[in-house]
């Protein structure tokens, strides 16, 4: 597999975006010519191409959600690719003409695990196809609901390249009764009700009512920003919090952070939760979709019910009094990313994939 199409939904700084990024320098290393569309550029115009501007290129088609402009049909015929990947479920409903067009094989990417009714109406007798699950819990819907083979819905989970998230020195283990310095809680995320963020403020209360000297970082933005910062206010913990606009990327946004929350209600994979894995952060995680694939609860991780803050704030305070602990699921965490999660590897699984796609060999 040498030549890749790849769809975005933009080149802003969606989880899309990054995630493939995350991929290309190994798909490369591994001998592919790739060009990546998208319908809209963004903030992240131009990195793509900065990897390897002889095998990488990209472009933004405003014509791509109907036909092609002279310009895409153009490129895409000159290109001449071996499979069109859309990257995520929003841009799905693309794959099946620019596939047609091109005379590829299809290969659609789903993120979500409500990713059914996204791939439910098209035409997919058109192309020769096949789906990449992020996750089981991406896969079994798919199967069950949408009544689609098994054997043409394959599990390649995102991967992250490694050199943007070197191992973490070791942090002090400093227990929080030492007064030693702060301990930082931290999540990340859209800011939204679904997102759980006002379950972690809860269980935020929680442990400080139970006197540890601790801060929390709420990094990101979305709707429900104002509403979390009169919440705060509420429950009388604001002098104790902090938000933080932050765009998913390297180690950098977790580098102070001493313990990560995932407090979600749903979850197609947990890209936050790997990045903090990758880290060197131990992890609290509601225990929901794509989770269950990458938290071990006990052992790379802790997994909580989804929606009870009581429980969230349970297993913070045994990592906050047990810096043993804490160390112990970051060094099994970041040993398991490397072996599972790395980029090289994910890429490796990925055009295993392609291939059987390409070649109508499912199995």
Same mark, same amino acid.
């Given at each position: 597999?040498?030549?890749?199409? =790849? ?8 989880? #899309? *975006?990054? *995630? ?7 798909? %490369? ?23 390897? #501007? ?29 499979? %069109? &990947? ?9 794959? %099946? ?6 005379? #590829?094989?299809?290969?659609?990417? /789903? &993120? ?13 007798? =058109?192309?020769?196809?096949?789906? $990449? ?19 043409? !819905?394959?599990? $390649? ?26 301990? /930082? @809680? ?22 400080? *009512? ?32 902090? +938000?933080? +606009? ?12 001493? !313990? ?12 936050? $939760?790997?990045? #903090?894995?990758?880290?060197? $952060?131990?992890? /609290?995680?509601?225990? @929901?979709?794509?989770? +269950?694939?990458? %938290? ?48 090289? !590897? /994910? ?6 994939? +392609? ?9």
């Amino acid at each position: 597999m040498k030549r890749i199409l =790849q769809i975005l939904p933009d080149f802003g700084l969606s989880g #899309a *975006a990054f *995630a493939t990024l995350n991929l290309l320098p190994d798909l %490369v290393a591994a001998g592919c010519e790739i060009m990546v569309v998208a319908p809209r550029g963004g903030e992240r115009v131009g990195m793509f191409r900065k990897i390897d #501007a002889r095998k990488i290129s990209e472009y933004v088609l405003p014509g791509l959600g109907g036909w092609f402009d002279w310009r895409g049909r153009k490129l895409t015929r000159a290109f001449k690719p071996e499979i %069109v &990947n859309t990257t995520c479920v929003e841009v799905a409903a693309l794959g %099946v003409p620019v596939a047609k067009r091109c005379g #590829a094989p299809l290969a659609l990417t /789903v &993120n979500r695990t409500d990713g059914e009714k996204y791939l439910h109406k098209l035409p997919l007798n =058109q192309v020769n196809w096949g789906v $990449v699950a992020l996750s089981d819990a991406i896969r079994t819907p798919l199967i069950l609901h949408l009544r689609l083979p098994e054997e043409r !819905v394959f599990i $390649v989970p995102n991967g992250l390249d490694l050199r943007q998230f070197p191992a973490s020195p070791a942090r002090p283990l400093v227990n929080a009764d030492q007064k030693t310095r702060t301990l /930082v @809680v931290g999540t990340y995320g859209t800011l939204a009700e679904n997102k759980g963020q006002r379950d972690f403020l809860k269980a935020a209360a929680l442990v400080i *009512a139970q006197g540890f000297d601790v801060e929390f970082l709420i990094m990101g933005e979305g709707a429900d920003k104002q509403y979390l910062r009169d919440e705060a206010g509420g429950l009388g913990i604001d002098n104790r919090l902090t +938000f933080s +606009f932050s765009t998913m990327g390297g180690s950098h946004n977790l580098m102070n952070i001493d !313990v990560f929350v995932e407090p979600t209600h749903r979850e197609g994979f947990g890209l936050s $939760v790997l990045q #903090a894995m990758a880290s060197g $952060v131990p992890v /609290v995680a509601s225990g @929901v979709g794509g989770i +269950f694939d990458l %938290v071990k609860d006990g052992e790379t991780g802790l997994l909580v019910k989804s929606q009870d803050a009581k429980a969230m704030s349970e297993a913070i305070s045994d990592l906050l009094r047990n810096p043993l602990k804490r160390a112990t699921l970051a060094y099994n965490a970041r040993s398991r990313v490397e072996k599972e999660f790395s980029s090289r !590897v /994910v890429a490796a699984k990925l055009l295993e994939c +392609f291939g059987k796609i390409a070649n109508g060999k499912y199995r």
